[in-house]
């Protein structure tokens, strides 16, 4: 199993794999070839080579994912794909490279960061036209590793591939996960920091996005005052990865035209976290991407109650800088800092701060829409409506109440009793629904279904357009760590049903109501459940 493929019996989908590698050929490298530790300036990547491992074992595959590299479920299947994905060999046309990047971590600048754990094998170019990167993460060590080992554990990937697709099926902007593979070798890890180190699975996933850059890329070139560098970087990015944005060819508005598109994206893509209930949980530069996708899957969680204040991260546990309240404004201070490391481009903090400016404006206006199309409403009024939010989010925590259940309930109820029935299913405390507090549900019900009247739509109509965003499959946090002790013991047959699952988040599917089940008692204060740390 871990011996290496012959090139000659590489199934032709892995043998010709359409790789072009322009990160590579457009950006400068590190001239050093050995893989040690280090600082690495004056280039943006290193040359290093994935560490091969004892046996991979396929624990799961993304078929959507396998499609963007047109490749086939029989490949998929294949034991060059296991040992080609688990970092023990390299399909023809891979060259393999960590990146350099930096980041501010907490709010505090940290210097130096980059792909300590990720390896990049290469960029293709689909059937499709789409160019697309590959990465291994836990595939060992890289320059950039740090005091850390550059492998990860199964909890921690798993987590990470399903959520990836979990993601992208939910239409949330997402880098995606191909394939998870264990390597058949054992990595120590500390999971709650308390000095009671164990061995757990290792593991590696590859994923998959148009690009890997993040705000942490321009910030470290900025850092180290590497300025033409810098407007590389920022020039191969807009050109490689913005090119419907037509930019002029040099000039600070190349720069301020690229800038304001990853604000609106990012402003998108934040609504979109609040929309499905997602807090990334470690939303500092580096892992922010120039895409305006979804990218490293640590210790994030989804919101059970509707809790503002929540964070899953327990590294976060004293200031709670990235609860699901504060995500927003947190990627709007994210922004300033991207703004601060390409000044350099653009000479002027006038128009960088003009631009920055759209974030709020954009923000607030894509939130509305999302809170108009969650309640089945054409638009939101902000002034009009303001009363009916504002009390919906103060039911929503006078009762500890699960907040996707709630709104796919939303649409079952009848708009004409106002009953609140089919909402009690969303309650975890249902003793907290006092009688009084029942009766404001109820004057609650009566607003909104006089608001949903004035807008005309039939209530069939309103359901499906409720049900179409308000999903009724997310990754449960407790659900997922069923999966993980699940697949810890050899049984993957979870992780594999979990995958199928959120392939159709919108969907009723009668046959899987157990996954859409609000958390149980067991799981408020578990590990894993709702308290995760970095460890991964
Ligand atoms: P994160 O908080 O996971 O985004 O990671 C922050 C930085 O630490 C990045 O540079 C990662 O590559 C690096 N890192 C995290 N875990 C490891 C690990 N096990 N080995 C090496 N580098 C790591
Ligand atoms: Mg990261």
Not at 272 to 299: A, C, K, Q
Not at 470 to 495: C, H, M, S, W
């Amino acid at each position: 199993m871990n011996a290496e493929v012959a090139p000659s019996v590489l199934p032709p989908e892995l043998a010709e794999m359409p790789f072009d590698n322009r990160f590579l050929e457009a950006l400068p490298g590190d001239d050093e070839a050995e893989n040690y530790r280090r600082q690495v300036a004056n280039a943006c990547w290193s040359a290093v080579a994935p560490t091969p491992v004892a046996e991979p074992k396929v624990v799961a595959v993304s078929p959507e994912a396998a499609a963007l590299l047109d490749l086939p479920d029989r490949v998929c299947e294949s034991e060059a794909f296991a040992a080609i994905f688990a970092g023990n060999q390299l399909a023809p046309g891979m060259e393999p490279y960590a990146t350099c990047y930096g980041g501010h971590q907490f709010g505090n600048w940290a210097g130096q960061l980059g792909d300590g754990r990720a390896i990049n094998l290469g960029e293709i170019v689909n059937r499709k036209g789409e160019r697309w990167a590959l990465q291994l993460k836990g595939a060992g060590p890289t320059p950039y590793s740090r005091t850390a080992d550059g492998l990860a554990v199964l909890r921690s990937s798993l987590r990470e591939f399903l959520c990836s697709e979990a993601m992208f099926h939910l239409g949330v902007p997402t880098t995606r996960a191909l394939s998870l593979i264990l390597t058949g070798e054992e990595v120590v890890r500390d999971i709650l920091y308390d000095g009671h180190p164990a061995p757990e699975p290792g593991s590696v996933v590859c994923r998959l996005a148009p690009s890997f850059t993040r705000f942490g890329h321009f910030e470290m070139l900025a850092a180290r005052r590497e300025t033409e560098l810098l407007r590389r970087f920022a020039d191969f990015t807009i050109d490689t990865d913005f090119q419907e944005l037509e930019s002029p060819s040099e000039g600070p508005d190349r720069y301020l035209g690229w800038f304001a598109e990853v604000v609106s994206r990012t402003a998108h893509m934040v609504a979109e976290w609040m929309r499905v209930g997602f807090v990334h949980g470690v939303m500092n530069t580096d892992n922010m991407s120039i895409l305006g996708l979804t990218i490293d899957y640590g210790p994030y969680g989804w919101l059970e109650d509707y809790d503002p204040g929540w964070t899953p991260n327990t590294t976060d546990a004293a200031t709670r800088r990235y609860r699901y309240g504060q995500q927003p404004a947190i990627a709007q201070w994210n922004l300033v800092q991207l703004a601060n490391a390409i000044y350099p481009l653009v000479g002027d903090a006038k128009p960088l701060e003009e631009a920055l400016a759209i974030y709020a404006k954009e923000y607030t206006a894509r939130w509305q829409e999302v809170l108009a199309s969650k309640l089945g409403l054409v638009a939101l009024d902000p002034a009009g409506d303001a009363a009916l939010v504002k009390e919906m989010f103060a039911l929503l925590q006078a009762v500890e109440t699960d907040m996707t259940i709630f709104y796919r309930r939303l649409a079952d109820v009848d708009l004409a009793t106002c009953e609140p029935t089919p909402l009690e299913d969303a309650w975890y405390v249902p003793t907290q629904a006092t009688p009084a507090l029942r009766e404001r549900l109820q004057g609650w019900l009566s607003l909104y279904a006089s608001r949903a009247r004035q807008d005309a739509v039939s209530l069939a109509e309103r359901r499906a357009r409720m049900n179409s965003v308000n999903p009724k499959y997310v990754l449960r946090n407790y659900i997922a760590q069923l999966a993980i002790d699940k697949a810890e013991t050899g049984d993957f047959t979870l992780v594999r049903e979990l995958l199928d699952v959120l392939r159709h988040p919108y969907n009723d599917q009668p046959e899987r109501e157990e996954y859409a089940k609000k958390r149980p008692d067991w799981a408020r204060n578990r590990p894993g459940c709702s308290m995760l740390s970095c460890s991964s």
